[in-house]
């Protein structure tokens, strides 16, 4: 099994930056690959980025690239997401999760949920 927890969330303004962090623990934490999504209110829970314990492998949906990035420091079991010109429609709970099932964006797919971190864009 896989933990893990979000952290990092917090209210900014429109056009600033934010970096958010999952820290996972469990005992093939390699064998995973590593996700962040977003669900805003009202919203259906949408793919953002998935990164490889390696870092050589990222994923973006097409929202978020050029200002979003991705990343994993497997010496501290812990994957961030840089949030750069975040815009009002950004607003949502982030989760970080997990998946055994190599690089995909479908949220069931991925085996293991936080419990997310919100994350509020104002204009």
């Known amino acids: 099994q896989v933990q893990v927890v979000e952290s990092g969330g917090g209210l900014v303004q429109a056009d600033s930056s934010l970096t958010l962090s999952c820290a996972a623990s469990?005992?093939?934490?390699?064998?995973?690959?590593m996700g962040w999504f977003r669900q805003a209110p009202g919203k259906e829970r949408e793919f953002v980025a998935s990164?490889?314990?390696?870092?050589?492998?990222?994923i973006y949906a097409d929202s978020v690239k050029g200002r979003f990035t991705i990343s994993a420091d497997s010496a501290k079991n812990t994957v961030y997401l840089q949030m750069t010109n975040l815009k009002p429609e950004e607003t949502a709970i982030y989760y970080c999760?997990?998946?055994?099932?190599?690089?995909?964006?479908?949220?069931?797919?991925?085996?293991?949920w936080g419990q997310g971190t919100q994350v509020t864009v104002s204009s």
């Open positions: 990164v490889s314990w390696s870092g050589v492998y990222t």
């Open positions: 469990g005992r093939t934490l390699s064998r995973y690959v």
């Open positions: 999760a997990a998946t055994i099932s190599s690089y995909t964006k479908h949220r069931w797919e991925y085996n293991y």
